[in-house]
């Protein structure tokens, strides 16, 4: 990788900590519903970088996020953790079976569900009984709406980065 990749992955992990920090920040109507906004960072980095960068950058996202907040060493921090792993896995899969056939919405919306679906996997086995059965559906919907959200919000980036990267070689 290059000076400039690995600069600009590091810029992209401290974006997603900002994002995850501010998110952490509002308020949820109900547990596992949030808006994911530094997931803005990793579809982007799924796409330029692929699975391995975007594993990594969730997962040093979500433990900066953890330390920042005082959840490290919770089960929130669990949840996190196992959300972001499985978000990164199956966006990247995605993006390497389905190169060019899912827009990077779709490939955001995919990335919140598997977030989710994981966060209540792993719930269900911290604390079993639970009647997490009862929120699946919403919480897919939400993960849908949210993901698809996002992935706009990354094209959006993407399409400006893009458009200043030409601007500079222009100029130079």
């Known amino acids: 990788m290059s000076d400039k990749s690995n600069k600009d992955l590091t810029i992209l992990i401290l974006t997603a900590t900002a994002l995850g920090v501010v998110d952490s920040l509002i308020p949820r109507p109900i547990p596992f519903m949030k808006l994911g906004l530094a997931n803005v960072a990793a579809v982007i980095a799924v796409v330029r970088y692929g699975l391995l960068k975007t594993l990594e950058l969730n997962l040093l996202r979500a433990f900066a996020v953890a330390l920042i907040t005082g959840l490290l060493a919770t089960p929130a921090f669990l949840l996190?953790?196992?959300?972001?792993?499985?978000?990164?896995?199956?966006?990247?899969?995605?993006?390497?079976?389905?190169?060019?056939?899912?827009?990077?919405?779709?490939?955001?919306?995919?990335?919140?569900?598997?977030?989710?679906?994981g966060q209540?996997?792993?719930?269900?086995?911290?604390?079993?009984?639970?009647?997490?059965?009862?929120?699946?559906?919403?919480?897919?919907?939400?993960?849908?709406?949210?993901?698809?959200?996002?992935?706009?919000?990354?094209?959006?980036?993407?399409?400006?980065?893009?458009?200043?990267?030409?601007?500079?070689?222009?100029?130079?």
């Open 80 to 117: 996190s953790i196992s959300g972001a792993a499985l978000s990164a896995v199956t966006m990247g899969l995605l993006r390497r079976v389905l190169p060019d056939r899912l827009s990077v919405p779709g490939l955001s919306a995919a990335g919140a569900v598997a977030s989710l679906w």
């Open 120 to 172: 209540l996997l792993v719930t269900g086995l911290v604390l079993p009984g639970l009647p997490l059965q009862n929120i699946v559906l919403l919480l897919t919907l939400w993960g849908v709406v949210s993901g698809l959200a996002v992935g706009l919000l990354a094209q959006k980036a993407m399409g400006r980065s893009s458009r200043t990267e030409a601007l500079r070689k222009a100029e130079g």
